[in-house]
């Protein structure tokens, strides 16, 4: 997910980490700033840190999106309108050698898993698709359903646009928007991956 401003820069310049000599000076960000502190300060099991790797959901209408959304924790309110998500796909990620890792849940718990790419294989039985698509994290009968929801694809490596398949927008108008600034990618509407 990404404030809709970043995309322009994205389609030039990949999806980019805050170090890369790509990065975009210009970025909109949207997340929460504590949680973002955090990850720049959590390490991975190879010892780099969290916030050094470019973060992908697997699934949609996450408690991130949510607490965007609706400005919790001191997060600035961000439209619908205004967040994309950018969908790409695992396989082509891998058979490019990008390196990266993803995990089985939320990657700051301390019950997350870690998963490299030789893994894969076995991705059906480590993360939780189900959770992962999920509308709804909070259960009495499962308390690990949120973390589970949020399991993520962690690259290590500048995302370079061509592995972008296409963008999932709130609506029309915001479909229109990113044509009319020359987008050539597919565009999907679907206004009930928001909140």
Do not use: C
């Not at 990850?39 to 699934?59: A, C, Q």
């Not at 990620?93 to 990008?98: A, L, P, T, V």
């Not at 998963?115 to 009968?141: M, R, S």
């Amino acid at each position: 997910m990404t404030h809709i401003g970043n995309v322009e820069h994205i389609l030039k310049n990949g999806v980019t980490h805050r170090t890369s000599a790509n990065s975009n000076l210009e970025y909109i960000p949207i997340g929460d700033n504590s949680l973002i502190g955090t990850r720049n300060n959590f390490s991975v099991p190879n010892g780099r840190l969290l916030g050094d790797y470019i973060p992908f959901y697997f699934g949609y209408k996450t408690p991130m999106l949510y607490v965007i959304q609706n400005g919790f924790n001191g997060v600035r309110a961000t439209s619908p309108e205004d967040i994309v998500y950018l969908v790409t796909n695992l396989e082509s990620i891998r058979q490019s050698g990008i390196n990266f890792f993803y995990t089985d849940g939320h990657a700051i718990d301390v019950l997350t898993r870690f998963y490299v790419p030789d893994d894969v294989e076995n991705i059906t039985n480590q993360v939780d698709f189900e959770a992962t698509k999920a509308v709804y994290w909070k259960k009495d009968d499962d308390l690990d359903l949120k973390r589970r929801k949020e399991a993520e694809l962690l690259l290590e490596n500048d995302l370079p646009a061509h592995y972008i398949n296409g963008i999932i927008v709130y609506s029309d108008s915001a479909k229109q928007m990113l044509i009319n600034g020359g987008v050539k990618l597919t565009i999907v509407v679907k206004p009930n991956y928001y909140f």
